[in-house]
Nanobody, 119 residues
Framework: QVQLVESGGGLVQAGGSLRLSCTAS????????MGWFRQVPGKEREFVAR????????AYANSVLGRFTISRDNTKNTVYLQMNSLKPEDTAVYYC????????????WGQGTQVTVSS
C-alpha cells in the first residue's frame, strides 16, 4: 500500500502562484508514476499532470501547459506541482495519485487540498 498526503493549497489572487506537495509513504519502491488531478463540485475529476518515478517523464493537460510544472524529489518521496499564472478556473480540490504500472489505473489517492483563485 502507498499512502499519499498533499499540502500547499490555499487562496491566491489571479496571476499568483502556489506550490502543492505530495509525500508518499509505504510501498514507494513499487511506484511507476504519480499524478495530480483536480475536481470542481458537480464535475468529473480531471487530469492535470503526471511524472514517472524512474525516467522523470512528464505530461500535462492542455489547460495548464506552460503554467504548471510537475517535479519530484525521490530522496523525500515527494512530488510537487508548481502552479504559476493562476486563473479563477483553476479553482478546485487538487488530488495526488499514484500507480504501479504504465497500464494500470491510478489506485492510490490523497485526501485532496483546496486551491481557490480569486479574480
Amino acid at each position: 500500500q502507498v499512502q499519499l498526503v498533499e499540502s500547499g493549497g490555499g487562496l491566491v489572487q489571479a496571476g499568483g502562484s502556489l506550490r502543492l506537495s505530495c509525500t508518499a509513504s509505504g510501498r514507494t519502491f513499487s511506484l511507476y508514476a504519480m499524478g495530480w488531478f483536480r475536481q470542481v463540485p458537480g464535475k468529473e475529476r480531471e487530469f492535470v499532470a503526471r511524472i514517472t518515478w524512474s525516467s522523470f517523464a512528464t505530461a500535462y493537460a492542455n489547460s495548464v501547459l506552460g503554467r504548471f510544472t510537475i517535479s519530484r524529489d525521490n530522496t523525500k518521496n515527494t512530488v510537487y506541482l508548481q502552479m504559476n499564472s493562476l486563473k479563477p478556473e483553476d479553482t478546485a480540490v487538487y488530488y495526488c495519485a499514484s500507480k504501479d504500472t504504465a497500464w494500470s489505473a491510478y489506485d492510490h489517492w490523497g485526501q485532496g487540498t483546496q486551491v481557490t483563485v480569486s479574480s
